[in-house]
């Protein structure tokens, strides 16, 4: 069984501050995505990791990926307090049925960037 | 592109009665759907995972009888709370990919208030 480990559950900083949200998972996976969701909203896509090494930035978010440790991180620089959401990983498994692969959450990280 | 409406976004009705929740993709054909489950706080949890004109293959613990899921077309999913009590209370999430190691893209949900 997959299993998809994000820490902090929680997290409450500075504007201005970095921090950084983990994403360990249990078995070998390809792809590794990360959302963001806003309060009684859906999720949105912020980023896709495909490969070892991979890094992709979007403004002041930086994800990573080590496929050897299983582990993603998600980077915040100088946070602003727009930033403030609930952030998912989520990894893919192989579904069985032959069809799309089903997608296994993370807790998620809840965010709060306090002016 | 790559739009997923979600239909409706909000439902509250009484114990007893069965609620329909369409998903569509606008603007691509979904070879596969999946729905997830959202408590309040928690993280999404998978369903259960349809591709078009066969039966809906869903996750340990989610009952085939209480949760009806129909993919007739390749643009329209249907998920129907069958007989729904206030446990069945939550947030629901579609998503729709084009197939195999493409990405999901997600409807706007559905809160489901069941009184």
């Known amino acids: 069984e997959l299993k998809v480990e994000q820490n902090p559950l929680f997290l409450s900083m500075q504007e201005g501050k970095n921090y950084t949200i983990y994403c360990n998972y249990s078995?070998?996976?390809?792809?590794l995505y990360w959302y963001r969701q806003d309060p009684g909203k859906s999720l949105e896509s912020l980023f896709v990791l495909l490969s070892n090494g991979a890094v992709k930035q979007e403004g002041r978010l930086m994800a990573s990926l080590d496929t050897k440790a299983r582990l993603s991180t998600l980077h915040i620089t100088a946070a602003v307090h727009d930033l403030s959401a609930t952030y998912f990983c989520a990894v893919v498994f192989q579904y069985s049925g032959g069809g799309a692969d089903g997608l296994t959450f993370g807790k998620g990280t809840h965010l709060i960037i306090q002016p | 592109g790559a739009v997923v409406s979600q239909h409706p976004s909000w439902v509250i009705c009484k114990s007893g009665t069965s609620v329909k929740i369409e998903c569509r993709s606008l603007?691509?054909?979904?070879?596969?759907m999946f729905w997830y489950r959202q408590f309040p706080k928690q993280s999404l949890m998978l369903m259960a995972t349809s591709n078009e004109g066969s039966k809906a293959t869903y996750e340990q613990g989610v009952e085939k009888d209480k949760f009806l899921i129909n993919h007739a077309s390749l643009t329209l999913s249907t998920l129907t709370v069958t007989s729904a009590h206030p446990e069945d209370s939550s947030f629901y999430i579609c998503?729709?990919?084009?197939?195999?190691?493409?990405?999901?893209?997600f409807g706007d949900g559905t809160r489901l208030s069941i009184l």
């Open positions: 078995t070998t996976s390809d792809r």
């Open positions: 998503s729709a990919s084009r197939g195999l190691r493409q990405p999901q893209h």
């Open positions: 603007d691509f054909q979904a070879t596969t």
